[in-house]
């Protein structure tokens, strides 16, 4: 034991232990422990501050994924406005380039020129042959007929020998205007500017129509169209297709051949211009006298077969 150096013989033949050594492992093995445990804690402060970095690196990409995720719907969004609003745009400027440019071609429609400074491309004609009809009327003028109202009778249908037209532009009416007199069909033509009032539907919704019908076509017939029939007692007759040139004196001669005494003659005049239609009523005194003017329809009359028709 003693040479092992942890017991010592004393003089006296005591034997005691040396503390210095067993005190000296002690601290040594404490020093050792406390090293360890040490050494165990940093270990776990480290894994804890690992584990903290950790945690927050992971927060911090996902608040970055957040902002970014934001940013994004935002981008979006700006983009969306920003695109919505240049389509606005663009809507809206199409729709002031196309008022722009109708409202152009309107003004060059109806602009000023020679013979015309109103810029008017309504027309009036009167004097028409009753046999008139669209394309006979669109060939007779230089320019362009668009539209084309026939004057008729609201109850009857009947056509009075005069129209109402609209020429493609300015120029194109005041050059039909200049040709009033020339004759269509044999029968020199009354033609003047007709602006249309206010609150009338012009152009109408058809390019040709008849009175206040949508029936286009001819405007009226050859002048020996069948009669209707005959009223009880009749004393009064309608005739139409008649020249400008007739008068109360030529009427009562042209019944007058067929001894068809005349006792009233009235002839009908447009409201708005106060032309003659064409057209008109006479009156008989007797009616075997009416009967008698009735057998005259479709007979030549200063150049026109008559148009005779009964009435009340």
């Known amino acids: 034991m003693e040479e092992s150096g942890k017991v010592k013989l004393e003089a006296d033949g005591t034997i ?29 402060k480290e894994k804890k501050e690992k584990k ?20 994004s ?12 609003g240049k389509e606005t745009q663009d809507e809206d400027s199409a729709i002031k380039d196309q008022s722009k440019t109708s409202s152009s071609s309107s003004s ?21 042959p009753f046999s008139v009809d669209e394309s006979s009327l669109g060939a ?17 249908g009947k056509f009075y020998g005069s129209a109402f037209i609209e020429m493609d532009n300015s120029t194109s009416a005041a050059d039909a205007v200049a040709m009033a007199g020339s004759k269509l069909i044999g029968r020199p033509l009354k033609i ?9 539907v012009w152009p109408p919704p058809k390019k040709v ?22 009223p009880d007692d009749c004393l009064k007759l309608f005739i139409g297709n008649l020249s400008y040139d007739i008068d109360d004196e030529g009427i009562i001669k042209f019944f007058g051949t067929v001894d068809a005494e005349v006792k009233a003659v009235r002839w009908l005049h447009h409201k708005e211009s106060g032309d003659f239609k064409g057209c008109g ?19 030549n009359l200063l150049g026109r077969p008559i148009r005779i028709d009964w009435t009340d």
């Open 108 to 128: 060059e429609k109806n602009m000023p020129c020679k013979g015309n400074p109103q810029g008017v491309t309504r027309l009036f004609l009167g004097n028409l």
């Open 140 to 156: 007779f003028f230089p320019g362009e007929v668009t539209h084309i109202k026939w004057i008729t009778d609201k109850e009857t």
């Open 52 to 71: 903290k970095q950790k945690t927050d690196h992971e927060t911090s990409e996902i608040d970055d994924d957040k902002d970014s995720g934001n940013n």
């Open 73 to 84: 719907e935002d981008a979006a969004d700006a983009i969306s406005v920003e695109n919505g």
């Open 192 to 200: 003047n500017f007709a602006e249309a009032r206010e609150g009338d």
């Open 209 to 230: 129509i008849s009175g206040g019908s949508t029936t286009g076509g001819q405007a009226g017939g050859t002048g020996t169209k069948a009669m209707s029939a005959k």
């Open 16 to 44: 005691s232990l040396i503390k210095a050594k067993i005190n000296k492992k002690k601290r040594k093995s404490s020093s050792t422990n406390e090293e360890d445990e040490g050494k165990s804690k940093k270990k776990k």
């Open 281 to 299: 009523f006479v009156e008989f005194w007797k009616t075997e006298a009416c009967e008698k003017g009735a057998t005259l329809n479709g007979k």
